[in-house]
Structures are given as C-alpha cells and as structure tokens.
C-alpha cells in the first residue's frame, strides 16, 4: 500500500510502516501454512486439511458425533460445503450421518471406528507437521504471545460478528486442549 499523505481532515487510521511489516507478514503466513500442512495431510493420509480438521472435531465430542450444524460453525464452513465434505468422508467410510436423537430436525455426523482408525494414523504426522513449522522455531514466552495474540484476535472477531448478526449462532471458538492435534 503506498503510504499516504495526512489530510487534516482524514480519519482515516492507516498503518504505520512496523504495522504494515506485521500485516503482510501474517497474510502471507496464513496462506502458506494451510497448504503447507495439507501438503502433508495429503501425501500421508490422503486427507485435505478441512476433511482432517472435521474429523478430529468430532474425536473430540462425546461418542463422537455432532450436529451438522454445530460442526459448520466449528468448520468456518456453510453447510452446503459441509455436506458435500461429509459425502465425500462418508463414500470412503469414515463418517456416517444419522437423525439427531433428541431432535429429528437436526442431522448428526458421526466418526466411524474406520474414520477415528484412520485418523489415529494421520495425527502424528500431522503433528509433527506442525511442530516443525511452529512450535520448534518459537521459545515458550513467543509461543505464549502467540496464544494470547490468537484468543484477543478470535474474541474481537466473535464479539464483532456477534454484533453484526445477534441472531445468528456464532459460538465462540473453543480452546483446542484436546488430545487429536489439529
């Protein structure tokens, strides 16, 4: 972005250089490290970051299962795009989809002993994926300002959609201290 000049009666806020700096730099790492993860997830088990990011979620609910809707939330995903997914993890067997038992309205995913077994077999690799590219090039206070930058960024986004759309069921992003790596 070319820099500027102030106008005496501009309100605008634009980045200072340092901010720039940092801006561009998180653009350009978060479209490099999704493919750089996918890449892996692709050679090693065959599975596109998403279908490996939706699996996981639901190893993480209760008999693992979750509402279709509940899991595009989860996803960042509409659930149009959610359903062709899960017809693609379901046509290889590790998923199926059944009626909400407490609410035949709803549709459940569920994750298939295939699909926790394959999963299983992809997690390691996925994490050491992400090891190598995060966590083994920060020490603990970086790895620290990470987290806390991520949940101050993840809050502002949920309050501000959540304003923007009060009706809308934006549930706030959960933590993710599970045992699948994602």
């Given at each position: ?21 940092t801006?561009?730099?998180l ?23 998403i279908?490996?990011?939706v ?19 989860r ?6 795009r959610l359903?062709?997914?899960i ?8 998923v ?33 994926r ?9 020490d603990?206070?970086?790895?620290d300002?990470?987290r ?16 923007a ?5 934006t ?7 599970d045992?699948?790596?994602?």
């Open positions: 972005m070319p820099e500027q000049p102030p106008h005496p009666n501009d309100q605008r806020r634009w980045l200072t250089p340092a901010e720039l700096e801006w561009q730099q653009g350009l790492m978060m479209q490099r490290l999704p493919s750089a993860l996918e890449a892996q997830l692709q050679q090693d088990a065959h599975l596109s970051y279908e490996y990011y699996l996981a979620g639901l190893s993480e609910q209760p008999g693992h299962r979750m509402r279709m809707s509940d899991l595009a939330v996803a960042n995903s509409e659930q149009s359903s062709h997914l017809s693609r993890l379901e046509r290889r067997g590790f199926r989809r059944e009626p909400d038992p407490t609410n035949g309205r709803y549709t459940q995913a569920i994750l298939t002993e295939a699909g926790h077994a394959h999963l299983a077999e992809a997690a390691p690799g996925h994490a050491a992400v090891r190598d590219l995060v966590f083994d090039v920060l603990p206070a970086e790895l300002t990470l806390t930058t991520a949940e101050k960024i993840n809050e502002t986004i949920d309050r501000q959609e959540q304003q759309n009060p009706r809308k069921n549930a706030p992003r959960q933590s993710q201290q045992t699948t790596p994602q």
